[in-house]
């Protein structure tokens, strides 16, 4: 009997030994199979990271490579905006000085070919397409430079007080258009276009409709505001062309573009 109990305990001591020794195991077992499950977690979530990370910065050079388009599209506009307002100016002056001179009758044709140069425009058409997209989806974040973002706002609020004070010019001219029936012979002024719509010069010497000074001190008085509001605006584009083309050598310059 006490053989017998001998070896039912040393089995029973072998057996919890045995549960033991898998207990062991399994738990290792168990922290090994979590620890590999948190790695691929982890490594899973770093890629994915990694992943847009590398996408918005492939969105962010896409939108970068539009603007400096879109500043170089400006940068000739800009020129041609300011030439044109520069010649005009001058044009519009000479308007104006030869209708106030006693000499004008003899001016005719130069008096109404450059009253026909008045009406004339070439406005600036700000090329804003990229930038309406990144404010419209709320994606100027993507743009890590943040001194570009606040350059490029700035430049944005120059273009708009220049589209200010050019709606201010057609204004003045919509008064010079009401004004000019009490001195310019309409039917005289109407030949002075073609019908391709190209300005004329006239050769049969048109004169004013009236010989009354102050009301031709009046229109010229407006054709010489027109001319300093003209070159004002050439001004103003000639200073918005400089920050332009800043904001493109900063561009350049902080993604180490070529």
């Keep these: ?57 492939n969105i962010e050079k896409e939108y970068i490579l539009s603007l400096i388009e879109d ?32 000499n004008r009758s003899l001016m005719g044709n130069q008096i109404y070919f450059l009253a026909r140069q008045v009406f004339n425009e070439q406005a600036f058409i700000y090329s804003d397409g990229t930038i309406q997209q990144l404010k419209n989806a709320g994606n100027l974040r993507l743009l890590q430079k943040r001194n570009i973002v606040n350059e490029l706002l700035t430049y944005e609020k120059k273009v708009k007080v220049l589209e200010e004070w050019y709606e201010n010019d057609n204004r003045t001219k919509t008064t010079f258009r009401e004004m000019g029936g009490r001195v ?21 010497n048109p004169q004013l409709i009236t010989d009354d000074f102050a009301t031709i001190n009046e229109i010229a008085f407006q054709i010489h505001y027109l001319s300093k509001m003209t070159m004002g605006n050439s001004l103003r584009a000639e200073s918005l062309k400089s920050d332009a083309a800043r904001l493109l050598e900063l561009i350049h310059s902080e993604y180490k573009l070529n």
């Excluded at 053989?3 to 033991?20: G, R, T, V, Y």
């Excluded at 010649?87 to 106030?100: G, I, N, Q, R």
């Design 1 to 57: 009997m006490k053989e017998n109990q001998a070896l039912i305990n040393e089995k029973d001591l072998s057996n919890k030994e045995e549960i033991d020794s898998l207990k062991k195991k399994n738990w290792k077992s168990y922290f090994k199979e979590f620890f590999m499950l948190f790695l691929a977690v982890f490594c899973g979530f770093l890629a994915e990271n990694y992943r847009e990370s590398l996408s918005a910065r």
């Design 71 to 102: 500043l170089k599209t400006d940068t000739t506009n800009l020129s041609l905006y300011i030439s044109f307002r520069k010649e005009k100016s001058v044009l519009m002056d000479s308007l104006a000085d030869m209708m106030l001179s006693d």
């Design 184 to 204: 310019f012979h309409s039917t005289e002024m109407n030949a002075t276009m073609d019908s391709e719509m190209k300005s004329v010069l006239p050769t049969t």
